[in-house]
Antibody, heavy 120, light 106 residues
Framework: QVQLQESGPGLVKPSETLSLTCTVS??????????WGWIRQPPGKGLEWIGS???????YSNPSLKSRVTISVDTSKDQFSLKLSSVTAADTAMYYC????????????WGQGILVTVSS | EIVLTQSPATLSLSPGERATLSCRAS??????LTWYQQKPGQTPRLLIY???NRATGIPARFSGSGSGTDFTLTISSLEPEDFAVYYC????????FGGGTKVEIK
C-alpha cells in the first residue's frame, strides 16, 4: 500500500519561498508509470492543481503558477519536492501530495496534507 | 484554462434519496472527467474516473455519466456516510477542478 507524507514549514513569510517535500513509502517513485502531484486547498475553498511529476522525471506546472513553481525529485530517497516562490497570503492553504492510479491524472493516493500559512 | 462549473452548490437531501450532481466544462474534455468525495478534515477520495469508471472499493450506488462538456455524478440511494463535498476534475487540458457541490442532510 503506497503512502505519502508531506513535510515542511507550516509558516512562511510573505515574499519568501515555500518548500515542501513528499516522502513516498510502500512503492518507488520511479515505478512506471505514475504521475505524482501537488494539489492545494485554501481554507474552506476548493482544490487547485499546482503541478506534477511523471515517473520518468518530467515535470508539469499549472500555467497560472508556472513562473513560481519548481518541482524536483530525489529518487534515492523516494521523495519529490515543491518550491513556490514569492508567496503571499493567497498561497495559504492545505498542501497535498498525491499519486495517480496509472499514467493519468486520476489521484487515488493522497498524503494527509500540510497546512501552510503565509504570514509575517 | 478549462473552467468546470458544478451545480448545485448545495444539495439538501435525506438518506435513501437519489442525488444528482452536475459538472459542466467550458469546452470539451472528452471523457476525461473525474469525481472526488471529500469529508470534513479528510483528504479527497477518488470515486469515478474517465466519466464512468468506479475506483477500487467504491460502492455501486455511485455512478458517472456524460461526455464532452456535461457530466453527472449520481448516488442512487444516499447512505449517511455519503454526505460530503464532491468535486469534479478534468485532465483533458492540464488539470482543473470544479468548485464543489456539498451534499447535506435535509
Amino acid at each position: 500500500q503506497v503512502q505519502l507524507q508531506e513535510s515542511g514549514p507550516g509558516l512562511v513569510k510573505p515574499s519568501e519561498t515555500l518548500s515542501l517535500t513528499c516522502t513516498v513509502s510502500g512503492g518507488s517513485i520511479s515505478s512506471c508509470c505514475y504521475y505524482w502531484g501537488w494539489i492545494r486547498q485554501p481554507p474552506g475553498k476548493g482544490l487547485e492543481w499546482i503541478g506534477s511529476l511523471f515517473y520518468s522525471g518530467t515535470t508539469y506546472s499549472n500555467p497560472s503558477l508556472k513562473s513560481r513553481v519548481t518541482i524536483s525529485v530525489d529518487t534515492s530517497k523516494d521523495q519529490f519536492s515543491l518550491k513556490l516562490s514569492s508567496v503571499t497570503a493567497a498561497d495559504t492553504a492545505m498542501y497535498y501530495c498525491a499519486r495517480s492510479i496509472a499514467d493519468d491524472y486520476n489521484f487515488n493516493y493522497w498524503g494527509q496534507g500540510i497546512l501552510v500559512t503565509v504570514s509575517s | 484554462e478549462i473552467v468546470l462549473t458544478q451545480s448545485p452548490a448545495t444539495l439538501s437531501l435525506s438518506p435513501g434519496e437519489r442525488a444528482t450532481l452536475s459538472c459542466r466544462a467550458s469546452q470539451s474534455v472528452r471523457n476525461y472527467l473525474t469525481w472526488y468525495q471529500q469529508k470534513p478534515g479528510q483528504t479527497p477520495r477518488l470515486l469515478i474516473y474517465d466519466t464512468s469508471n468506479r475506483a477500487t472499493g467504491i460502492p455501486a450506488r455511485f455512478s458517472g455519466s456524460g461526455s464532452g462538456t456535461d457530466f453527472t455524478l449520481t448516488i442512487s440511494s444516499l447512505e449517511p456516510e455519503d454526505f460530503a463535498v464532491y468535486y469534479c476534475q478534468q485532465r483533458s487540458h492540464w488539470l482543473t477542478f470544479g468548485g464543489g457541490t456539498k451534499v447535506e442532510i435535509k
